[in-house]
């Protein structure tokens, strides 16, 4: 009978556990990161600028084809019959606008031009849209950065605050059995505390509760935080695969080395690159304005009324009855020298802006790597002399109570000795969570993709 029922429980678990892992998701930071990578709308609505700056390309590189204008038009005019004389055969006529009868007239005009040289419009013009494509592609990556900080903000941050709701639960418990403990004794009459003490513990076990109830409400956002960006739906039980918040390692590398890596890593280094070279190019362009446009082409037209005679005299163009077509070689030039000068100015202050630009994040970019740099080692220190006082503080508590459950401590230095382990272990896991987001702000501020 027992071998029976461990079989239908074996069996009971088989067909269960599949059930139990779809509403259970165990997730680690790479995960929410990939997970968050490829659903966040942000980065995916840069990417379409991108699409966008790629068409703008193709626009550019498509005024040097061949177009075609075409206009086929339908319509009614009046009759006709005779030539161009009366019937006397000498008195031209004079009957244009008589309609003693209609006449469908169709027509047919079109044009076919092949740019040959535009004198560095096209050219620079293309440039220049392949240039913004480079930063456009630039944003993308920025934003893909933006996200991996705010993953790894939300997954430390809930680490952080769900080992603090464990902690502060932990010492509550302590108290409250130091609660119980003094209670008893009142009311036996034993040990040498007095009800004074007990309101003491129950005053501490009461901010203790708002604590805990801080570091819950923390917990969640942060969980519910990290489901947003993972694209995990707010009904699914998460379950880090992170334990406990540990610090990350400390980069090895030097802050010199650190700048190097951000001067030729970092995607805005990429944007203002390609951003000058786009001003560049479209500088270049609008002095081109000032200069013709030689082209090729061919053009030609057919008219046709079904209620006139055609007029076949070489000297007379007959709109209605009528045909043609020539190749051509031609020159278009547009000269507006106040306009198209002011408009080369207007790009030589936008180059002129860009490359401040340059100039401020060649300033600006160091000064952050030393910033964070400086901001990882420090608080790597920090967490090293926290993570020794935290230990400390939990061996004063830990003896702290077992002195007074034997009777040879008073309650008041509990409540020192619990209160230093929590403020020493909560400022630990703070301290923690801010080291590894000033690492995770080194790699971003160093072009790291991770």
Not at 172 to 186: F, G, H, N, P, T
Not at 217 to 238: H, Q, R, T, W, Y
Not at 369 to 395: F, I, N, P, T
Request: some cysteine.
């Amino acid at each position: 009978m027992k071998q029976f029922l461990c079989g239908i429980g074996l069996l009971a678990s088989a067909v269960l556990s599949p059930c139990m892992a779809e509403s259970t998701l165990t997730l680690s930071l790479d995960q929410a990161i990939e997970r968050a990578l490829q659903i966040d709308p942000r980065i995916s609505e840069k990417q379409h600028f991108v699409s966008k700056a790629k068409a703008l390309q193709e626009e550019a590189k498509s005024y040097g084809d061949v177009s075609a204008d075409i206009t086929l038009i339908a319509g009614i005019t009046n009759g006709l019959e005779g030539g161009f004389y009366k019937a006397d055969g000498q008195t031209p006529r004079s009957d244009r606008y008589d309609f003693d009868s209609l006449s469908l007239l169709t027509t047919l005009q079109f044009n076919v031009i092949k740019p040959l040289y535009t004198f560095g419009k096209l050219e620079n013009y293309g440039a220049a849209a392949k240039s913004n494509i480079a930063v456009k592609s630039g944003d993308v990556q920025i934003q893909r950065n933006a996200t991996v900080l705010d993953v790894k903000r939300a997954y430390y941050g809930y680490l952080s605050a769900r080992d603090s709701r464990k902690t502060l639960e932990s010492v509550d418990k302590r108290l409250a059995s130091a609660i119980d403990l003094v209670s008893e004794w009142l009311e036996e009459g034993e040990g040498d505390v007095s009800q004074s003490n007990l309101y003491a513990l129950q005053a501490g076990r009461a901010v203790l509760g708002r604590y805990m109830a801080q570091a819950t409400g923390l917990e969640n956002v942060a969980l519910a935080g990290l489901k947003m960006l993972s694209g995990i739906e707010s009904d699914v039980e998460v379950e880090l695969l992170d334990k406990a918040i540990r610090p990350v390692e400390l980069p090895a590398l030097t802050e010199e080395e650190l700048r190097e890596n951000a001067m030729t890593q970092r995607p805005e280094i990429a944007q203002v690159n390609a951003g000058l070279a786009a001003k560049r190019a479209l500088l270049e362009a609008k002095k081109a304005e000032k200069r013709p446009n030689i082209f090729a082409g061919f053009i030609g037209m057919a008219a046709n009324s079904t209620n006139r005679e055609r007029l076949d005299n070489p000297y007379i163009a007959d709109p209605f009855n009528d045909y043609g077509a020539m190749p051509l070689l031609g020159l278009s030039w547009k000269w507006a020298d106040g306009v198209q000068t002011a408009k080369i100015r207007q790009a030589e202050a936008e180059l002129n802006a860009v490359m401040e630009k340059a100039r401020l994040a060649k300033m600006g970019i160091p000064f952050q790597v030393a910033e964070q740099y400086y901001q990882v080692h420090a608080y790597h220190e920090a967490v090293d002399k926290l993570a020794e006082g935290s230990r400390a503080a939990r061996r004063w508590m830990v003896a702290s109570f077992a002195d007074f459950e034997a009777g040879l401590e008073k309650p008041e230095q509990i409540i020192l000795a619990l209160q230093s382990y929590v403020l020493a272990h909560t400022d630990y896991l703070k301290t923690t969570f801010d080291y590894n987001m000033y690492v995770a702000q080194l790699m971003n501020v160093t072009g790291e993709k991770r």
